[in-house]
């Protein structure tokens, strides 16, 4: 059974970093798509960044773009999303994904429904 423990969340303040993990354990095929997801209160549930375990290609969503780096250990079995420039809206529960339906060339879905595995959670707050 796949189980996945997300760790490194906490409070910092505009423009600092933060660094979350996501241990992962249980896969059966090698073949699969892992991401993050936040969800803010109020909110809807949404992609961040997801990337495929063949290669380096990975998705981000804009809001994200250029601060936020998704990236992987797989002898480690461990997801990373590196956060610097952190922002007020940045504030979440972040969640660690995966999922063992790829698309054609290793595209990762940056959906949640498309993804059957989730951990706990682990929440960031960012203030001004």
């Known amino acids: 059974q796949v189980q996945l423990v997300e760790s490194g969340g906490g409070s910092v303040q505009a423009g600092g970093s933060l660094r979350l993990s996501c241990a992962a354990s249980?896969?059966?095929?090698?073949?699969?798509?892992m991401g993050w997801f936040r969800q803010a209160p109020g909110k809807e549930r949404e992609g961040v960044a997801t990337?495929?375990?063949?290669?380096?290609?990975?998705t981000y969503a804009d809001s994200v773009k250029g601060r936020f780096t998704i990236s992987q250990d797989n002898a480690k079995n461990t997801l990373y999303l590196q956060m610097n420039s952190l922002k007020p809206e940045d504030t979440a529960m972040y969640y660690c994904?995966?999922?063992?339906?790829?698309?054609?060339?290793?595209?990762?879905?940056?959906?949640?429904?498309?993804?059957?595995?989730w951990g706990q959670g682990t929440q960031v707050t960012v203030s001004s």
């Open positions: 249980g896969y059966t095929y090698s073949s699969r798509c």
């Open positions: 994904a995966a999922s063992f339906v790829v698309g054609s060339g290793g595209y990762c879905y940056t959906v949640d429904w498309r993804y059957n595995y």
């Open positions: 990337i495929y375990s063949g290669g380096r290609r990975a």
